[in-house]
């Protein structure tokens, strides 16, 4: 297995006992750790340079823009977007989602027309289309899940018919599965349908490239790929993103206002009203540079060797399910086991240090498809090592031993 661990070092986080045992940190999927290099780099900002970005004339300001505008040039660079104009700055991969379903979608879609989803989406990229929904006539569609946790995507061409939209996660944050979106963008493509990619799961795992994909919009969160929290990405090709309205109004996103109107300034400020989350971004610009010199084909075989050990070892516990059996995925792996409740073994796991969710992961839509309330779920990073998954299961023995299932 390709040994990362010389990286763990810079995650002070990880150095730590919790309930006396060392942390053994596997909610990876809900969010990432900080290496030393982005706690740093916000940290200087604030001691050193912080200030307003793209208003002052002063010393400060025109540092803090300089390295707000390199934080978007990298997150460009880090995804193979052609123009780092075309990335913008959010707050996370739902806000990101948000955007194009009150602007773009609330333009351009009307009565009647359809959006393609699957039944895999997180909650994040099923309510805002509720939410247009309730104010447009359009339909919603799913793309089904089948018993091994793939998409389905032998009737994609007929469930294409009409539709204007197809957005769909790149990487389940339940089931792992790696979705083929290149096949789906190219089948989009020919129906004449944009494509929105949510990328929360796959960016901070893989390399990514839109230009590969040729998606029309991909979204995802700093958060989960070692930046801090408040900070996501929505990016989008230029002419896209030119032709739609904005999103919030305020300062910063004007080209110059009237009492009674305004007109707007181009891409990105457009679409990015008000003092931006400054600090975020330039941590994610660190995060970025940081997961580069780790190299992101490196954090894929790793993840992809550590989470089939995983699925292995965890297999030989008698009673033990895993959601999800496809062979392309990461290494989000969710498993119930017999007689015990999830929240008892994320509870009882916690007590000899470890650290995993149990709950619906904000997919109910797919906990109904597998007929489960919630499930358990160890999701892993480049910082864990084969050490912890040996950890993992005499715990999750433990915990069936506790609950009197006795094989
Ligand atoms: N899309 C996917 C596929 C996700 O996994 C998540 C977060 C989101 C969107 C939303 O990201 P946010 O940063 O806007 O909140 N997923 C999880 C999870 O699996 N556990 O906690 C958060």
């Known amino acids: 297995?390709?040994?990362?661990?010389?990286?763990?070092?810079?995650?002070?986080?990880?150095?730590?006992?919790?309930?006396?045992?060392?942390?053994?940190?596997?909610?990876?999927?809900?969010?990432?750790?900080?290496?030393?290099?982005?706690?740093?780099?916000?940290d200087q900002y604030y001691r050193e340079y912080n200030s307003n970005v793209h208003r002052g004339l002063h010393t400060l300001s025109e540092r803090a823009t300089r390295a707000y505008e390199k934080a978007r040039e990298k997150v460009a660079r880090f995804i193979h977007a052609p123009r780092s104009?075309?990335?913008?700055?959010?707050?996370?991969?739902?806000?990101?989602?948000?955007l194009v379903a009150y602007t773009w979608a609330r333009k351009f879609l009307k009565a009647g027309d359809a959006i393609l989803l699957t039944e895999m989406e997180h909650h994040s990229n099923l309510v805002p289309w509720h939410l247009?929904?309730?104010?447009?006539?359009?339909?919603?569609?799913?793309?089904?899940?089948?018993?091994?946790?793939?998409?389905?995507?032998?009737?994609?061409?007929?469930?294409l018919d009409g539709?204007?939209?197809?957005?769909?996660?790149?990487?389940?944050?339940?089931?792992?599965?790696?979705?083929?979106?290149?096949?789906?963008?190219?089948?989009?493509?020919?129906?004449?349908?944009?494509?929105?990619?949510?990328?929360?799961?796959?960016?901070?795992h893989m390399p990514v490239n839109v230009q590969d994909i040729d998606c029309d919009f991909y979204a995802f969160s700093g958060h989960k790929m070692c930046g801090p929290t408040g900070v996501g990405v929505l990016w989008a090709r230029a002419e896209i993103l030119r032709d739609m309205p904005p999103f919030l109004g305020g300062g910063e996103?004007?080209?110059?206002?009237?009492?009674?109107?305004?007109?707007?300034?181009?891409?990105?400020?457009?679409?990015?009203?008000?003092?931006?989350?400054?600090?975020?971004?330039i941590g994610l610009g660190a995060a970025v540079d940081y997961l580069s010199r780790v190299g992101m084909e490196n954090i894929l075989q790793h993840e992809q060797e550590i989470g089939a050990l995983a699925i292995e070892k965890l297999k030989s516990i008698k009673g033990l399910r895993i959601f999800g059996e496809s062979e392309k995925r990461g290494a989000a792996i969710s498993f119930e086991i017999e007689g015990v409740h999830p929240h008892d073994i994320a509870t009882i796991l916690d007590e000899q240090g470890i650290a995993i969710r149990a709950g619906h992961h904000c997919a109910q839509p797919l906990m109904r498809k597998f007929n489960v309330q919630s499930t358990a779920r160890a999701s892993f990073y480049f910082y864990n090592v084969p050490e912890e998954i040996d950890i993992l299961v005499d715990a999750l023995k433990t915990a069936k031993r506790l609950f009197g299932y006795v094989t």
């Not at 309730?134 to 994609?156: A, C, M, N, Y």
């Not at 339940?174 to 799961?201: C, F, R, S």
């Not at 996103?253 to 989350?277: C, Q, R, W």
């Open 1 to 42: 297995m390709i040994d990362l661990s010389r990286y763990r070092k810079d995650f002070p986080i990880l150095n730590q006992t919790v309930k006396g045992r060392p942390l053994i940190y596997l909610d990876n999927a809900a969010t990432a750790q900080k290496p030393l290099q982005v706690i740093g780099t916000v």
């Open 85 to 98: 104009e075309e990335v913008i700055f959010t707050r996370n991969t739902t806000e990101s989602i948000n």
């Open 132 to 159: 247009l929904r309730e104010e447009k006539s359009i339909e919603l569609r799913f793309i089904p899940v089948t018993p091994r946790g793939e998409l389905d995507l032998q009737h994609l061409k007929q469930l």
């Open 163 to 204: 539709v204007r939209l197809v957005s769909v996660t790149h990487m389940s944050n339940v089931l792992g599965t790696i979705n083929p979106v290149e096949v789906i963008t190219e089948e989009a493509h020919a129906a004449g349908a944009k494509v929105l990619i949510d990328g929360a799961q796959a960016v901070p």
């Open 253 to 281: 996103m004007i080209h110059e206002v009237h009492l009674n109107h305004s007109d707007y300034a181009d891409i990105p400020n457009k679409f990015e009203a008000g003092t931006p989350n400054i600090a975020q971004a």
